[in-house]
Nanobody, 125 residues
Framework: QVQLVESGGGLVQAGGSLRLSCAAS????????MGWFRQAPGKEREFVLT????????YYSNFEEGRFTISRDNAKNTVYLQMNSLKPEDTAVYYC??????????????????WGKGTLVTVSS
């Protein structure tokens, strides 16, 4: 079992930055591929970023255009999502996800064994 707790969400103006954190507990964090997903109001959950279990490989969605960066600190059992140049359309609940698969591609929902409860990011125009 893995418990995931996101933090760092909030209200930010367009063009600003936020750094989300996801703290993991309950199992060996370093064996999991980690990902971030988001769900905007009235829309389906969508993939944002994936990072491999060792942190050497990352996989990005098409929309983030280099504005977002994923990283992990296995010593701290934490994965991060750095978001820059935020846009109002980035407003969503952001979810942390863990997969036991050693992914070499973007994570999809079917890969996920554990989800966090999410943290809300609101970008004002």
């Amino acid at each position: 079992q893995v418990q995931l707790v996101e933090s760092g969400g909030g209200l930010v103006q367009a063009g600003g930055s936020l750094r989300l954190s996801c703290a993991a507990s309950g199992s060996t964090f370093s064996v999991y591929s980690m990902g971030w997903f988001r769900q905007a109001p009235g829309k389906e959950r969508e993939f944002v970023l994936t990072i491999s279990w060792g942190g050497s490989s990352t996989y990005y969605s098409n929309f983030e255009e280099g504005r977002f960066t994923i990283s992990r600190d296995n010593a701290k059992n934490t994965v991060y999502l750095q978001m820059n140049s935020l846009k109002p359309e980035d407003t969503a609940v952001y979810y942390c996800a863990a997969s036991p698969l050693h992914l070499r591609r973007p994570m999809v929902s079917q890969d996920v064994s554990y989800w966090g409860k999410g943290t809300l990011v609101t970008v004002s125009s």
